[in-house]
C-alpha cells in the first residue's frame, strides 16, 4: 500500500520514521522504560513531522487568538513557523503536504506518544485523507498561562500514521467470564503465580544482573510457559522513509519549560536574557570550531609524511621503540609475532566448548532488535552454559545477535581462568596483574560488531581466532562524527549504504584507516582513536589496557562530556 505527500514547490516538510527513543526514558535508571515493548511499538508506530525552526510561545490566559505570543529564532522563515489562529490557548503547526491514503483508510495525527511538554499538550485528529485535497494543520493548546515553551529546530511537533476508517466499527464489544475461556484463563494463572514468584524472588535479593530483574514474556512474544501462541510477534517495528523529497534530519530533544534563555513569564528583561543566552551559545560553539580547527590541523601535516601516516606492520617491536614511537605519541601499530607459540592459536569453537563445558557464563544477547544495543548493554546480560553460548554463535546466520564481550570480563574471570595456560606473556607491552587471565574476551560469529566509538584508555587488541576488520579514525576527526552520546559516534557503521549526508556532510574528508586483524596480530589502538570492529568469521579476541606506562585517564574524564 501507498501513502502519499504531495508536495507544492515550496513545501518542504521534513518527515521522518518514528524514533523508538524518548529522553526521559534513556534517563531513567538502567533504561528500564525500554523493557516496556508496548512503549516502544507506539513510540516508532508511524512517521514524525519535525519543526523546521526554533521558536517560543507564551499564553496570557485569554480567549483570543492575540493572547499566545510566538517569538522565533532569529533567521526563521517565517512562512513555516507556527500560528496562533483558532484562540483558547491554541498553538497551529501548518502540514506542508497532501496526503493521500489508500481508498477507505484515514490518517492519524497526533503528538508523539509517550514524549510530555510541560505548560502545552497535543490535540489528536483523524482525517480522511483518500479524498481531501485540503492540508490539515496539528495543533497544541497551553495547559498553563504564563509559561514560555520552546519547540527547538527538528523537534517532533506530529505523529501520522494510517488508521482503517471502519474497522473500529465492526467489531462486537462484549464482556464474558474468565472462565469460559478454559485455556486463556489457565495462562492467566500461570502467569499470575510466575509472576508472585518472581517479585518474591526480587525481595529477597535483587539480582546484580540488571537484565534479570524483569521477566521478558511479552518481550520474546511467548506465554508463561515458553509457548509462542503467534508467528508475526513483533519485538520492533521499522517504518519505511518517505522518498523523493526532503531528507528530514534526526529529532532534537524537547525543550524543557525551564529553558535557561527564556523568562517563565513575560517580563521586561527577557530579550536581555535571550541575548546573553545567545552569546554564550556562541561562545561555545566558536571555542569547539577552533578545537576541531587544531586538531584536524595537526593531523593533516602527518600527510607530509607518509610514513606517520599509516598503520605500521611491525616485527620484534621492542619495548622502548614501541614507547618511543607509539604509546608516547598516540599512534596505532600492528605487531605481528607477539603470540608466536601461543596455544590459544589453535583453538576452535569446538575445542573451547569441550575444554570448559558447561561452565556458567556470561554474555550479551538480542542486540539484533535493538540499534542502541552498546549503550544498553546491561539489559542484554543474559547467562548461561558456555556450551549453550557456543551453539548459539555457531548457530547459521547467528551474526551479532549474541556475543560475549569485555563487558562481562569480569564476571567470566573465573569461568574462562583455565584458558590462561594457552595464552603467552607480552611483556614488551604489559604489566602483569597478577590476575588468572589479564586479557578481556571478545568471542562471538562471523558478523559480531561493535560499533563506532572511542576508548577511554589506551588498549592493546590481540586478535587470536578468526579474522577481524576494523575501520579507525584519529581524534581529529571528532567534528565530523556526530560525537553527542559519551565515547560513542552518531555514525554507527562507517561501512552501511546510504549514510545520511546531509546530516554529516564532512563525512567525505574523514582521515580513515583500514585494518585487517589476522590470528596473532596485535594492534594498539590509543585512547581516543575511533574505531569500529567487525567479526569476519568465528572470532575469539583479547583486549588489554594493563600497560608498564600510566593509563588512568578515564578517571578524569569530565562527567557531564559527550565528545
Not at 494510517?162 to 489457565?186: C, G, I, Q, T, Y
Not at 609475532?337 to 569446538?350: I, K, Q, S
Not at 606473556?425 to 561493535?450: E, H, R
Not at 581516543?528 to 568469521?537: K, N, P, T
Request: hydrophobic share 40%; aromatic share 10%; proline share 10%.
Amino acid at each position: 500500500m501507498e501513502l502519499i505527500c504531495y508536495l507544492h514547490p515550496a513545501w518542504q516538510p521534513l518527515i521522518r520514521p518514528a524514533g523508538v527513543k524518548r529522553d526521559w526514558m534513556e534517563a531513567a535508571p538502567e533504561a528500564f522504560p525500554h523493557r516496556c515493548l508496548p512503549l516502544n511499538i507506539a513510540n516508532a508506530h508511524g512517521w514524525e513531522i519535525a519543526t523546521p525552526c526554533g521558536v517560543e510561545a507564551i499564553w496570557n490566559g485569554g480567549p483570543a487568538p492575540t493572547d499566545v505570543t510566538v517569538r522565533l529564532d532569529d533567521g526563521a522563515d517565517p512562512m513555516t513557523a507556527p500560528v496562533a489562529i483558532f484562540g483558547q490557548g491554541v498553538l497551529t503547526f501548518h502540514v506542508m503536504g497532501i496526503f493521500r491514503t489508500p481508498p477507505g483508510w484515514n490518517l492519524w495525527i497526533g503528538g508523539p506518544p509517550n514524549q510530555a511538554k510541560d505548560a502545552i499538550a497535543p490535540l489528536t485528529g483523524v482525517v480522511e485523507t483518500d479524498w481531501s485535497p485540503f492540508t490539515f494543520t496539528m495543533n497544541w493548546r497551553f495547559t498553563r498561562p504564563g509559561q514560555w515553551v520552546r519547540f527547538e529546530p527538528n523537534e517532533t511537533f506530529a505523529t501520522i500514521f494510517p488508521v482503517e476508517r471502519n474497522a473500529v466499527e465492526k467489531f462486537e464489544p462484549h464482556f464474558a467470564p474468565l472462565a469460559s475461556n478454559p485455556d486463556l484463563e489457565r495462562g492467566f494463572q500461570a502467569w499470575s503465580a510466575a509472576r508472585d514468584q518472581f517479585h518474591a524472588e526480587m525481595r529477597k535479593g535483587p539480582p546484580a544482573n540488571p537484565s534479570d530483574k524483569w521477566q521478558k514474556h511479552y518481550y520474546r512474544g511467548v506465554d508463561a510457559e515458553g509457548r509462542r501462541h503467534i508467528s508475526d510477534h513483533r519485538p520492533k517495528i521499522r517504518v519505511k522513509t518517505f522518498q523523493g523529497g526532503p531528507a528530514a534530519p534526526p529529532p532534537a530533544s524537547p525543550t524543557p519549560s525551564s529553558f535557561p534563555s527564556k523568562t517563565p513569564a513575560m517580563g521586561a528583561d527577557a530579550s536581555g536574557e535571550l541575548a546573553e543566552a545567545h552569546k554564550r551559545i556562541a561562545a561555545l560553539q566558536a571555542t569547539v570550531a577552533k578545537r576541531d580547527w587544531l586538531l584536524e590541523t595537526i593531523e593533516g601535516q602527518r600527510l607530509a609524511s607518509p610514513p606517520a601516516t599509516a598503520i605500521p606492520r611491525r616485527i620484534r617491536l621492542d619495548r622502548e621503540t614501541f614507547l618511543a614511537e607509539h604509546y608516547a605519541v598516540s599512534r596505532p601499530v600492528i605487531v605481528e609475532d607477539a603470540t608466536a607459540g601461543w596455544a590459544a592459536l589453535r583453538w576452535t569453537h569446538a575445542s573451547l566448548k569441550q575444554r570448559l563445558g558447561n561452565v556458567e557464563v556470561e554474555y550479551q544477547a538480542g542486540r539484533s532488535a535493538d540499534p542502541a544495543f552498546e549503550e544498553r548493554m546491561e539489559a542484554h546480560t543474559e547467562r548461561g552454559p558456555f556450551g549453550d553460548f557456543i551453539d548459539r554463535i555457531t548457530a547459521p546466520n547467528a551474526g551479532n545477535d549474541v556475543y560475549m564481550t569485555a563487558y562481562n570480563a569480569a564476571r567470566n574471570a573465573a569461568a574462562l581462568a583455565p584458558l590462561a595456560a594457552d595464552i603467552g606473556p607480552l611483556d614488551a607491552f604489559l604489566a602483569p596483574t597478577g590476575g588468572a587471565l589479564d586479557g578481556m574476551p571478545w568471542i562471538g560469529a562471523a558478523g559480531s560488531f561493535t560499533p563506532l566509538h572511542h576508548d577511554l584508555t589506551n588498549n592493546l587488541i590481540v586478535q587470536v581466532v578468526g579474522r577481524k576488520r576494523l575501520r579507525l579514525a584519529p581524534p581529529s576527526e571528532t567534528g565530523k562524527l556526530g560525537n553527542t552520546r559519551h565515547v560513542y559516534s552518531d555514525v554507527r557503521d562507517l561501512e552501511a549504504s546510504g549514510l545520511d549526508a546531509i546530516r554529516f556532510p564532512r563525512l567525505a574528508s574523514l582521515r580513515l584507516y583500514d585494518v585487517l586483524l589476522n590470528p596473532g596480530d596485535l594492534l594498539f589502538v590509543p585512547v581516543g582513536w575511533w574505531h569500529q570492529v567487525r567479526a569476519l568469521e568465528f572470532s575469539v579476541t583479547l583486549t588489554y589496557t594493563n600497560f608498564h606506562w600510566p593509563n588512568g585517564m578515564a578517571s578524569q574524564y569530565p562527567p557531564d562530556a559527550v565528545g
